[in-house]
């Protein structure tokens, strides 16, 4: 069992940065793949980045990449999620997500496959 609780968010102006956190419990975060998801007002939720469980693989949703970085420290047992040149179209709620998976190197932006979902934090971007 994993919880993931994320905290980071808030109001920005649009071109400037936030650093999302996700903190999870459990002895075995190392061996999850990670993901964060966002979801806008009235739109389905959608896929933002994904790392691998050893950090060596990231991907990366078109619409952010460039922009956002996912990390993670494994010794922390948390996942970030650094965003910069934040635009009003990334306005949303933005969840962590966990998938236990055997391979180091697996990463998957695939909503179904995620195991633990925590409960987001809201980002808001003003224009």
């Known amino acids: 069992q994993v919880q993931l609780v994320e905290s980071g968010g808030g109001l920005v102006q649009a071109g400037g940065s936030l650093r999302l956190s996700c903190a999870a419990s459990g002895r075995t975060f190392s061996s999850y793949a990670m993901g964060w998801f966002r979801q806008a007002p009235g739109k389905e939720r959608e896929f933002v980045a994904a790392?691998?469980?050893?950090?060596?693989?990231?991907y990366y949703a078109d619409s952010v990449k460039g922009r956002f970085t996912i990390s993670r420290d494994n010794a922390k047992n948390t996942v970030y999620l650094q965003m910069n040149s934040l635009k009003p179209e990334d306005t949303a709620v933005y969840y962590c997500a966990a998938q236990q998976t055997p391979d180091s190197w697996y990463v998957s932006g695939f909503s179904g496959g995620m195991d633990y979902w925590g409960k987001g934090t809201l980002v808001t971007v003003s224009s």
């Open positions: 790392i691998s469980w050893s950090g060596g693989n990231t």
